[in-house]
């Protein structure tokens, strides 16, 4: 082991493979703040008409209610993006402590947290890992004999055979467990009315949908998924909102009457004076059904109480919709998956219609009634009525909003874009382009990033270009050796062109790149000659740094033999002392500033010279 | 092995005492400072201390590995040392091994008052399990790494290039916590850069002439 | 086991494009002691830190103890003593300390020779290296060199700061050494009297060869000086070869020549000299005929 330790110590290769990896990652550090600060200040200049998205109306109010006369605001559905919070969720040491933070990131495949909430001691939800059960604590008001009441600490264990007040292995466990986020939402409310409401959460692993009801104690579970079932591969369910960070923001507002005491008369009216026109619970509730994200983007409607995916029917296609795919710089995508956005928020709508023990009394409200009404309805018919979906483009210069109706149609759509106004003519411009030129001082940024990214290696940028799709949005953010959120592989995602020309083209934003790589690479040849490098090494060396360009240059410069050159006596050019043989002139070794004596007293190799005494004589006689 | 790290040790005892002075003024400020945690918010407090400090320490570990080289080659130290019954590579491996022991002592102490902080103070659900142990990996290896970019850049018998380039360098090299937080990702990068610069500090020691 | 405790095959070595040394072979056989001599730069010390491996050599190979120089373990270091040129010790260090770690390194330790040898010369414990006097310092070097009982023992100018007792002490010292069986030294000094004295073997550096290599005793026999004193003028040219150094005046020519045997006399009787006498030379004498520069003699 030791020699070989060593060998590998000493080995010339392996010395320059690790410089070479020093510096790779010394310069993408360094590079990487560059581009940070580029992209951190183009966020900040984006100009804010370019971030918002507006749909008015919003197409899923029933007609009656959308088109009643007294309405003076009709809905709306509001999306805006804030690509300033991209600094923070750009940078890993934001995303691990806020993931890892109770309540954590409600997002698929990146960290979340165990801790589903916590209040305190006596308030929160928890997964523990090591019984694999869920534990709820929290506290019950609790009306005792003698009428006064206290609060009584509950501490429930769920598994997925039941729910008990002790750890149980006959609980059975749970293993990838996903809840629905937006319970933690609701359940103040629920506490409030003195209970808590079901919540449905599904397991990675078991494949499988679970209904707990706290207050029953009962845990319902749904029909298995197949194994070999890959049509649905759940990722996350009910609240569909990938980030903590406010990357993007989306709300919908019903339509608006003006409240009854306001002056009719009175021209103009201020929204601070207007309602919406039947009881509006601003939680995303989907009525009857629960959201479900699958891991290709599309989303399933699951039946609350069968605990199954609503089935296909020539009516419905069983489909709620897809998140939709952002227009970016090189256009728009059909289809996006949960990983190549950097954000996306997903609002069900549904009508609630109310009736109560007087027959004549029927309320409609949107979304859950709770809280509306003093007593509890008789009965209550819920329906959905379909859903808003906005999604956040991978660099988070664009963004989506779609609108799906209750059979899972798009009915609705719209880019962010910039509306330029030029000679009396309006013009629309991608918020991607805008993101990039549209303000002061845009295009001077645009351009330093883009030469940032000309500064990494040539290979790995044409990596980034094949790779990028495989990255999740936000960790592309933080991606130091690759690049997926460069312009060349932004341009992977070009669907305009075939693979070839897409390519071609790629390879022409990475152009200073080469051009670059290319001039090193002759320095490094020249300088490869003189130094007397090998034909092979001189051939490596040309190579990886076309390949690494400046990083490999760096690493030629450290790594190069330090050797002080010498003229060659010979052919005059200077060659290196410790080979035997000139490298240019093949001629052998000579020292002409050193002068020795022609005599050597060796021991066994005295020279016997028979010329000389024939020599003397012939002088004396002369 | 014992001899030569004794030596070391002895040579740079102030960064030992420094790293155990540190440790122990590190635990005084966490200990009188717990009472502000609150399990409900991020620690933004902690975090804000904690990342100068960080850096701060990391920082003195880089100029203990430029130190140790910068003296032995002014001193002739490994000149001398080589010409006894001990071969170049124990001398640079009992030198790696003193760097660790300096980081040990700095951060272990700790981690383990972390531990015990964490463990006593929050609430008895498993809130933040294993980040206590993650942060300190990731923090000992990004100090082993600053400090390989100590060694080096202080085989120099410049005293400005061993100063001013592991400064630089590691001024450079630490924001990487900040970029990829204290996950695998950075475990990864930090293996691959200490491995990567103790060979080529190996080469430079093996190769050189003392 | 190789006879040859100390080989040197074809050592070429630069400094900053300046050659020092072009194509050195030497052998030192174990038990001899061999004093390798040269002009201030010829190079002495370089092959020292070359066999030690302290120094790479831009050609050739070096070895010690039938080990390449560039691959000695620490077995074999512990079985090298070596004293340095300017006496490399560690000095901010105090001396105890500094033996402590000596001690503490080497494979054997003779501590009753050393304790000797530090009360002879009368080093202090508690005072730092750096300030003793050249003399101490090269006194404590010699004494850690000599405490580890070593087989190979490398001296590079060891008496150097040294007074002339101290210098009589280590010859005594370096004498009673030789006496012990299989020890081999290489000794570099420009006391020539002092290597005259103890080597076997001597090397002398010149113009980045190794010139002579040879017994000191043959050394003697094979390089003569002569004066010899012709009838009339002295001829230009002797037809003699291996001449070192001539110098004529007159009817006198003083010649100093290599590998003198019967037949360079039989070609110098040839010239009819009144008188040939030889000149006898020490070893100083010697190193500086063979040292000296003569353009005229020179390598074509």
């Known amino acids: 082991m030791k020699p070989l330790i060593k060998g590998l110590a000493l080995n010339y290769p392996v010395k320059v493979f690790a410089t070479g990896f020093v510096v790779l990652t010394l310069l993408s550090i360094s590079l990487f703040w560059f581009r940070y600060i580029c992209q951190m200040s183009l966020s900040v200049k984006m100009p804010g008409d370019a971030k918002d998205i507006r749909i008015e109306p919003s197409g899923l109010v029933p007609p009656e209610l959308e088109n009643d006369p007294n309405v003076v605001s009709h809905s ?31 997002s698929p495949g990146g960290h979340r947290s165990n801790v589903y909430f916590f209040e305190s001691d ?27 009441t206290s609060l009584k600490m509950i501490q429930l264990y769920v598994g997925p055979e039941g729910v008990s007040e002790t750890q149980d292995k006959t609980l059975g466990r749970f293993i990838g467990p996903i809840i629905d986020h937006g319970w933690l939402e609701r359940r103040w409310i629920d506490l409030r009315e003195g209970g808590l409401s079901e919540l449905i959460l599904y397991d990675k692993k078991l494949r499988c949908f679970f209904k707990i009801d706290f207050n029953q104690r009962t845990v319902v579970k749904g029909p298995k998924l197949g194994k070999n079932d890959r049509r649905h591969e759940p990722i996350q369910i009910g609240l569909l909102d990938k980030t903590a960070f406010e990357l993007s923001y989306l709300n919908w507002t019903p339509p608006r ?142 963004l989506a909003l779609a609108v799906f109706d209750e059979k899972g149609k798009r009915i609705k759509e719209s880019n962010t874009r910039l509306t330029k106004y ?49 990255f999740e949005a936000a960790s592309g953010h933080r991606a130091l050796f690759f690049l997926p959120n460069s312009f060349i592989a932004i341009k992977a995602g070009d669907r305009g062109e075939n693979i070839a020309e897409r390519f071609m083209s790629a390879l022409c934003w990475i152009l200073p790149s080469i051009i670059l790589a290319i001039w090193l690479a002759c320095r490094v040849s020249k300088d490869a000659v003189v130094v007397g490098l090998s034909e092979n090494a001189r051939a490596y060396w040309i190579i990886g740094t076309l390949a690494f360009g400046l990083t490999a240059y760096i690493t030629y410069r450290l790594t190069r033999p330090k050797i002080t050159l010498v003229t060659c006596p010979n052919c005059g050019k200077m060659r290196r002392p410790d080979m035997v043989k000139c490298h240019r002139c093949k001629s052998d070794w000579h020292v002409p500033e050193l002068i020795p004596p022609v005599w050597r007293v060796l021991k066994g190799t005295e020279k016997v010279h028979e010329g000389s005494t024939a020599d003397a004589e012939e002088a004396v006689v002369e | 092995m014992y001899a030569l790290i004794k030596r070391e040790i002895q040579d740079h005892i102030v960064y030992f005492i420094g790293a155990a002075a540190f440790s122990a ?40 590995g430029a130190t140790q080289m910068y003296l032995d080659r002014t001193r002739k130290i490994s000149a001398l040392l080589s010409t006894l019954a001990v071969s170049r590579s124990r001398i640079l491996l009992a030198r790696i091994i003193t760097g660790i022991l300096a980081i040990l002592i700095l951060l272990v102490p700790q981690t383990i008052a972390a531990g015990i902080l964490v463990r006593v103070f929050t609430p008895h659900i498993p809130m933040f399990p294993g980040m206590v142990f993650e942060i300190s990996v990731v923090v000992f290896l990004m100090a082993f790494a600053c400090y390989c970019i100590g060694l080096q850049t202080g085989w120099n018998s410049s005293a400005l290039t061993p100063s001013l380039g592991a400064l630089f360098l590691t001024c450079i090299f630490i924001p990487l916590i900040l970029i990829k937080g204290f996950g695998v990702h950075i475990v990864v990068i ?13 080469h430079t020691f093996m190769t050189t002439s003392l | 086991m190789d006879e040859n405790v100390i080989k040197v095959e074809n050592l070429v070595k630069y400094f900053d494009g300046r050659c020092v040394l072009d194509g050195i072979n030497l052998k030192v056989p174990r038990g001899c002691i061999y004093g390798l001599l040269g002009r201030n730069g010829s190079g002495k010390t370089t092959i020292i830190r070359i066999l030690l491996g302290l120094e790479p050599p831009t050609r050739g190979q070096t070895f010690l103890l039938d080990a390449a120089s560039t691959e000695l373990s620490a077995k074999l270091h512990g079985r090298i003593g070596y004293v340095a040129e300017g006496h490399n010790l560690i000095q901010n260090y105090r001396v105890g300390r500094l033996i402590k770690l000596c001690k503490d390194l080497s494979l054997r330790w003779n501590d009753e020779f050393f304790n000797h040898l530090i009360e002879t010369f009368r080093l202090p414990a ?4 750096k300030e003793l006097s050249i003399g101490m310092r090269a006194q404590l070097n010699l004494a850690l060199a000599m405490a580890i009982d070593p087989e190979l023992l490398i001296f590079d100018d060891p008496t150097l700061g040294l007074d002339t007792v101290a210098r009589r002490q280590f010859l005594e010292l370096a004498i009673d050494l030789i006496q012990q069986q299989g020890r081999t030294i290489l000794f570099c000094s420009h006391i020539l009297s002092d290597v005259e004295r103890i080597a076997d073997k001597i090397g002398i550096l010149a113009a980045g060869k190794l010139v002579v290599d040879c017994p000191l005793e043959e050394l003697k026999e094979r390089v003569k000086k002569l004066r010899v004193i012709f009838p009339e003028s002295a001829p230009p040219n002797l037809h003699l070869t291996e001449i070192i150094n001539q110098q004529n005046q007159g009817r006198e020519m003083v010649i100093t020549v290599a590998n003198w045997n019967k037949q360079k006399q039989t070609a110098l009787e040839i010239f009819k000299p009144s008188s040939c006498t030889e000149i006898p030379m020490s070893l100083e004498d010697m190193f500086i005929e063979c040292t000296k520069p003569n353009p005229e003699y020179v390598e074509s």
Request: charge should be neutral; glycine fraction near 8%.
């Open chain 2, 190 to 202: 930090l293996v691959l850069f200490i491995v990567a610069s103790l060979l080529r500090t190996w």
């Open chain 1, 422 to 470: 030029e000679g009396g003519h309006t013009t629309q411009v991608q918020s991607s382009k805008a993101f990039f030129f549209g303000a002061p001082w845009s295009p001077t940024l645009t351009i330093g990033k883009y030469l940032t990214e000309n500064l990494h290696p040539p290979i790995l940028s044409v990596a980034s270009y094949f790779t990028a799709s495989a």
């Open chain 2, 25 to 64: 003024v590190f635990i005084i400020i966490s200990i009188s400072l717990i009472h502000r945690y609150n399990p409900k918010e991020p620690p933004v407090f902690s975090i804000g201390l904690g990342v100068p400090a960080v850096t701060i320490v990391i920082f003195g570990i880089c100029a203990m």
């Open chain 1, 76 to 106: 709306r559905v509001f999306a805006s993006m804030q690509p300033e919070e991209k600094g923070p969720l750009s940078l890993g040491i934001f995303d691990y402590f806020i993931t890892r933070f109770p309540g954590g990131r409600r």
């Open chain 1, 122 to 148: 006596r308030d929160c939800m928890y997964f523990d890992k090591k019984s694999g059960q869920i534990v709820h604590l929290y506290t019950k008001k609790q009306t005792m004999l003698d009428i006064t």
């Open chain 1, 257 to 398: 009457i003006r409240i009854p005491d306001e002056d009719p008369n009175k021209t103009g009216y201020s929204t601070a004076k207007l309602k919406p026109i039947i009881p509006t619970d601003y939680d995303c509730d989907a009525g009857p059904y629960l959201l479900v994200l699958d891991e290709t983007g599309r989303i399933d409607l699951l039946d609350k109480e069968t605990l199954e995916f609503v089935k296909r029917t020539p009516e419905f296609p069983g489909v709620a919709g897809r998140l939709p795919g952002p227009e970016t710089y090189f256009g728009p995508k059909d289809s996006v998956t949960p990983r190549e956005l950097l954000d996306y928020k997903v609002w069900p709508l549904a009508l609630t219609t109310c009736f109560f023990e007087n027959p004549e009394e029927v309320r409609v409200t949107f979304g859950d009634p709770s809280y509306f009404f003093k007593r509890a309805p008789a009965r209550v018919e819920r329906k959905y009525l379909g859903m808003f979906a906005a999604s956040l483009s991978r660099d988070g210069t664009a």
């Open chain 3, 126 to 129: 508690d005072r730092k290296v």
